[in-house]
């Protein structure tokens, strides 16, 4: 008798303390909501001395629409971009086709693949690609154009491994590429992400933390760069020399972003995922995402976010739905997110798990 009340007692004592866990992590999410704006983030000394912005480019219809808030929750292909320790959650193979019209005729594609080997880990690799319309070239005495046209673009290739260490926490890494080109000048330059997830157990509550972006320095590079000098321009007869010119080094947009993510209510019909993250880049203020998503019927999904400490980024919306058709699931996701003094920005992503 007094074994069975002491193990009565145990789990008496467990059961309140997932309860007590559960609502402080409510507790930390709405916090993170009712963050103020405006003063609390101060203008930051290093603002915009980073290169390689296509980098900060949110990819994928569902994190976007979340508000970004995804380091913790990330489980699926576009893992790769957020968090590569979220990779670990794919349990055979993935593929992932992202599209996003950004401004002034700038598209950026993303595509990655992920592959699952029992025992060993979780494998992945990852392509972003930022394009633009081709312009005409102008100078001083020809401002209708020269005959010539340039653009410029931008590429990411990246390889990623992941593992779960322990049935709870995962860990993951990505060795990247990153090129930018202007015309006939590039810059180029490796990158790494290092990322964690930590499962705590009650509500699925889960904690992940990454670093992206972390290299060298890169500077640009190409014939445009050559030039004729004058030493003395006030002699007209003075003979102009062959010199190049050295552009200055520029670091790559180092970003830290911390999250936490629950999900307060599963059923077979109707499931709430709740997440919010804190990011730190450095070249920028502190941010805040949050975000939410609604699943219906495990086919049908609402999202909704917000974006705090943002210049111009305010909320997202959006919707997805997802099939399975003879043994591989298709999801379509899609993610409107609203600017100030910006158009608004449409993002798409098909995705498939076979």
């Not at 405006?38 to 915009?48: C, K, R």
């Not at 760069?225 to 050295?246: E, F, G, I």
Request: hydrophobic fraction near 40%; include cysteine.
């Amino acid at each position: 008798m007094n074994s069975l009340t002491s193990g009565f007692t145990r789990w008496s004592g467990h059961a309140a303390m997932r309860r007590v866990g559960t609502w402080v992590a409510l507790l930390c999410i709405l916090v993170a909501v009712a963050l103020p704006t405006g003063p609390v983030f101060s203008q930051n000394a290093n603002l915009g001395t980073a290169g390689a912005q296509f980098l900060k480019i949110p990819v994928g219809g569902r994190a976007s629409a979340m508000g970004g808030a995804f380091v913790a929750n990330a489980n699926d292909v576009s893992s790769l971009f957020w968090n590569p320790a979220g990779i670990a959650s794919v349990q055979s193979s993935g593929l992932l086709f992202a599209h996003s019209e950004w401004w002034a005729t700038v598209q950026l594609n993303h595509a990655a693949y992920v592959q699952t080997i029992e025992d060993i880990g979780s494998f992945g690799v990852s392509l972003t690609s930022l394009s633009m319309d081709k312009m005409e070239v102008t100078t001083e005495d020809e401002p209708e154009g020269t005959g010539e046209t340039f653009d410029a673009g931008d590429i990411m290739i990246g390889v990623s491994y992941a593992r779960r260490l322990t049935e709870d926490f995962s860990v993951g890494v990505t060795a990247k590429f990153v090129q930018e080109r202007i015309w006939n000048e590039k810059a180029s330059g490796m990158a790494f992400d290092v990322g964690t997830q930590y499962r705590i157990g009650f509500h699925d509550l889960t904690i992940g933390m990454s670093m992206a972006n972390f290299g060298s320095d890169m500077a640009y590079d190409g014939r445009d760069l050559s030039v004729d000098y004058a030493v003395n321009s006030r002699n007209v007869t003075t003979r102009q020399a062959p010199a190049r010119l050295a552009p200055d080094d520029y670091p790559l947009p180092l970003h830290f972003q911390v999250g936490l993510s629950m999900s307060p209510y599963v059923s077979d019909d109707f499931a709430l995922l709740l997440a919010t993250d804190v990011a730190h880049p450095n070249d920028n203020n502190e941010r805040v995402n949050v975000g939410a998503e609604v699943t219906i019927l495990k086919q049908f999904f609402l999202r909704g976010g917000y974006r705090f400490g943002y210049d111009t980024d305010r909320a997202t919306l959006g919707a997805g739905v997802s099939l399975t058709l003879s043994g591989v699931t298709v999801t379509f996701d899609y993610a409107y997110v609203t600017y100030d003094l910006l158009p608004n920005i449409s993002r798409f992503s098909l995705g498939m798990t076979f």
